[in-house]
């Protein structure tokens, strides 16, 4: 059966994943997740953005799905060692490799610093240079100026004739 969605649900796919890694900190602390970070004072040290929005931002990312939030204590902390927590990428999180891998790309292309790219996509077995791309369900590139967004079946979901 179909859910119907009620008039303030957004339809967009973009403002709905906006909603959860839009702020300006998140995709860098999905970046750093990535890069084997996950305590507070790791984010805090790698970024520089104040604690009060640092801790918004992970609050947002937890109920957004994409960060695992976990307890644990210090090593070496003894009794009564404050408890803190580890944020770990979920599989939505793990997800955004993509998404982070575009914006590379989009970057060195559009806002090059003039060194050169500050980290290259390879495979991580062969170390061999990976490009995103579209593909179509055979596996066969498509070229990007061919690609384009119809409406889909959520669509109709608020009563929109199938009419474009």
Not at 46 to 69: C, W
Request: proline share 6%; hydrophobic share 35%.
């Amino acid at each position: 059966m179909t859910q119907k969605a009620t008039t303030s649900e957004p339809l967009c796919s973009i403002r709905n994943s906006l909603a959860v890694v839009g702020e300006r900190w998140s995709l860098l602390i999905v970046r750093d997740a990535f890069d084997g970070l996950s305590t507070f004072s790791e984010f805090k040290a790698s970024l520089g953005v104040s604690s009060d929005i640092l801790a918004a931002r992970l609050n947002s990312l937890v109920e957004g799905g994409v960060l695992d939030r976990r307890p644990y204590r210090k090593e070496g902390g003894g009794r009564g060692s404050k408890e803190r927590h580890s944020y770990h990428l979920t599989e939505a999180g793990r997800q955004l490799r993509v998404v982070l891998g575009a914006l590379i790309e989009w970057g060195d292309a559009n806002r090059p610093n003039g060194f050169g790219p500050p980290s290259v996509l390879v495979d991580a077995e062969s170390e061999r240079p990976v490009r995103l791309t579209f593909v179509d369900p055979d596996g066969n590139p498509v070229d990007i100026d061919r690609v384009k967004a119809i409406r889909g079946p959520g669509y109709n979901a608020r009563g929109h004739s199938t009419a474009p």
